[in-house]
């Protein structure tokens, strides 16, 4: 017998958490005697959803990596097929991380449970086949790029774009003068941020570079001020590791927004936090390095010409992608410097991101994301 008040969530990444928290606190909003369990991070545990696995253990980058976790990952599955089985619930509403979610969606329609597929995976760029079996085992798809509702219209699955969660939840909450002062710095000169992502091993591979960066962008501009976001999943000694006593950034936490935004060039990890850069209206240099393993895997597979979300919603390049070998302290240095010092591409650039900014949809996504879970499951129980 199926639980009608009790929804199965899924998101594997601090990301996925994020949407999801946001998601369900509307959903409780309309009703309030849903109850929520499955995968996911701080945030959902904050809007009481019942955390069974974290996704601080979920998040892997690179298939290598994936591949040296894979027992683990097999261990979690068929925990999360078991309890899918004991608990019957009326729905399983899974955000991003495809490589688990299309297999678990797989063993939910077996079960006749309805599947709602939330943050499409990326079949756009890479392993485009899987669209055909996401048709068959996701029963409504909710996107949030406009390009995505075209591209699985035509497999025939059911999709409706939402517009992007981002929207309603980027914005900072101190102005620059009076963030600048809390941290003890100057609000009238120019400010590096360093965003190295919220993955132990992205910040391990691209941190060490950012400071190497920040000394040779320091040599030619001495007064530069900087600033390091520590991302609010991972512990502080991870980057103490990497940290030198010389010229050592200003550190804050649970301010990524104000790093953002009151930066005026951020080196940043590729991933979301290209785009909440972009919906602050920052230019910035993105990086992505992993294994040399899985970087060369990645490529076989990867069938775009950008790596960057926010370059992929613009079409076209309009920030610089420095990845693996290309993501060295020089050519870091070298891009941000260029930010720095030409005004007009500078203007030009900001005039782009803002651009991409409305491609993401008007505020309101994960209330009308809401809505549409709320309406499939009423559709599906009668």
């Known amino acids: 017998m199926k639980d009608k008040k009790s929804i199965l969530i899924i998101a594997g990444e601090a990301s ?34 019942e955390t069974i696995v974290h996704v601080r253990d979920m998040a892997f980058l690179g298939f290598w990596e994936v591949l040296k976790c894979l027992p683990f990952i097999r261990h979690v599955y068929i925990k999360m097929v078991a309890i899918l089985k004991e608990r019957q619930p009326s729905l399983v509403l899974l955000i991003d991380y495809p490589g688990f979610n299309l297999r678990f969606a797989k063993k939910a329609k077996r079960r006749g449970v309805p599947v709602l597929y939330y943050i499409s995976p990326q079949v756009w760029a890479w392993r485009k086949g899987r669209i055909k079996k996401i048709a068959r085992r996701v029963d409504r798809m909710l996107v949030i790029f406009p390009f995505e509702k075209v591209f699985y219209q035509k497999e025939g699955l059911d999709v409706q774009f939402v517009g992007h969660p981002l929207k309603d939840v980027v914005r900072t909450k101190q102005s620059k003068d009076s963030f600048f002062q809390s941290v003890g710095l100057d609000s009238t000169k120019r400010t590096v941020g360093l965003l190295p992502g919220s993955r132990e091993q992205e910040v391990r591979l691209l941190l060490p570079e950012m400071l190497k960066a920040l000394n040779l962008i320091k040599n030619e501009i ?25 010229r050592i950034p200003c550190s804050v936490r649970d301010k990524t927004y104000e790093v953002m935004a009151h930066s005026d060039v951020v080196m940043v990890a590729s991933g979301t936090a290209t785009l909440e850069t972009a919906i602050l209206g920052t230019p910035m240099v993105i990086l992505y390095k992993m294994s040399p393993l899985s970087f060369f895997i990645g490529r076989l597979l990867v069938k775009l010409k950008n790596i960057g979300l926010v370059n992929i919603v613009a079409g076209h390049e309009i920030v610089p992608e420095l990845i693996q070998d290309e993501a060295k302290a020089e050519t870091i240095a070298e891009k941000v410097l ?30 009308r994301a809401a809505g549409a879970v709320l309406e499939f499951m009423d559709q599906s129980a009668s």
Do not use: C, W
């Not at 998601?23 to 701080?42: A, H, N, T």
């Not at 010092?341 to 203007?347: R, T, V």
């Open 16 to 49: 996925g958490d994020s949407h999801g928290a946001h998601l369900v606190r509307e959903l409780k909003k309309k009703r309030s005697e849903l109850q929520f369990f499955g995968i996911g991070g701080d945030q959902m545990a904050s809007e009481n959803v």
């Open 222 to 246: 001495p007064d530069l001020q900087s600033l390091l976001g520590r991302a609010p999943t991972l512990p502080d000694d991870v980057y103490d590791s990497l940290l030198n006593q010389d």
């Open 338 to 367: 260029f930010f720095l010092k030409d005004e007009g591409q500078y203007i030009k650039v900001k005039k782009d991101l803002a651009t991409v900014s409305q491609r993401l949809g008007e505020a309101g996504g994960s209330i």
